[in-house]
């Protein structure tokens, strides 16, 4: 099934805009440009919700979706392992010992070890994970779905009887949606651990001020408010991704603008569905 655009044939000719007066020229031009855009975007959400729709349809067929889900947990997941704690790592180190040197005299030691985590699980855990994610397993789904598209093999399981988006989609979306909780998990415990380790040995900070500052204020939502947003960020890369690379046209050249598009709307999806789900949660944050 294509989800590209297409004109109706019975769709009647625009009467070209140089054919009107010089006076009127400007405002239809604007107003033109207005109903084009309108339009396309109205298009690309009925597109869009058309594909969602097929893919939820897709995890019907679960013969097909059990096998290559457990692989494509691996590919997103396992793989991502290294990446995730290198990020992480450097996050957290450098978290804390910036804090440690931006306090002032009299303040508590302790405020380091609370810095450290509430921005670590609240905020960088779930967000730096799920955009280093998009650029190394988002562009990899599009790439592989759109190569398949400009190379015909979306048309052969067809073909054969298969559903594309039950094989292709359906198992990216649940693998992304389960790892991604995984390994922000992984990501707040080496952030914080690496906190901790930095601010012990490369500043003045005591093992017992730090880990006060870790205990203080904690609530369990805090946990379960970063897992909510990495499981939001997995879903919204293997939709926007796997959707980038389903409509894929115009051969290579149209894989790497496909890959492009792909990464650049995920980054900011990731980025609006931070801010929404912080203004929506964050006065449940307090312990």
């Known amino acids: ?3 590209s655009y297409r004109y109706p044939h019975d769709a009647p000719e625009r009467r070209p805009t140089e054919t009107f007066p010089i006076v009127q020229r400007t405002s239809i031009r604007f107003f033109r440009r207005v109903t084009l855009f309108w339009r396309n975007l109205f298009h690309q959400i009925g597109a869009r919700g058309y594909y969602m729709k097929d893919t939820i349809r897709g995890l019907r067929e679960f013969d097909t979706v059990a096998h290559e889900t457990i692989r494509q947990m691996r590919v997103i997941g396992v793989d991502s392992v290294p990446l995730t704690v290198i990020v992480a790592a450097f996050i957290g180190g450098v978290m804390a010992l910036q804090t440690r040197y ?3 005299a009299g303040v508590e030691l302790s405020l380091v070890g609370l810095a450290t985590r ?3 699980i609240l905020e960088l855990g779930p967000l730096i994970t799920g955009l280093v994610l998009t650029g190394r397993v988002g562009a990899r789904m599009t790439a592989e779905i759109g190569t398949m598209r400009v190379t015909e093999q979306i048309d052969a399981l067809e073909t054969l009887a298969y559903d594309p988006l039950a094989f292709l989609v359906v198992p990216r979306l649940i693998a992304a949606t389960i790892m991604l909780p995984v390994l922000t998990i992984l990501a707040d415990a080496v952030g914080v651990g690496m906190g901790y380790f930095i601010a012990v040995t490369a500043t003045d900070i005591t093992s017992a001020d730090f880990k006060e500052g870790v205990r203080l204020a904690f609530g369990t939502f805090q946990v379960v408010y970063s897992l909510m947003k990495a499981t ?4 919204a890369i293997a939709f926007v991704c796997t959707y ?3 409509i ?3 051969g290579a050249e149209g894989v790497g603008r496909s890959t492009a598009r792909a990464v650049v709307i995920t980054s900011v999806t990731i980025l609006v569905l931070d801010a929404l789900t912080a203004f929506l949660f964050a006065p449940f944050l307090q312990a």
């Open 1 to 3: 099934m294509s989800y």
């Open 102 to 104: 931006q306090l002032f």
């Open 118 to 120: 509430q921005v670590i």
């Open 232 to 235: 939001l960020f997995g879903i």
């Open 244 to 246: 980038e690379g389903y």
């Open 248 to 250: 894929t046209s115009a």
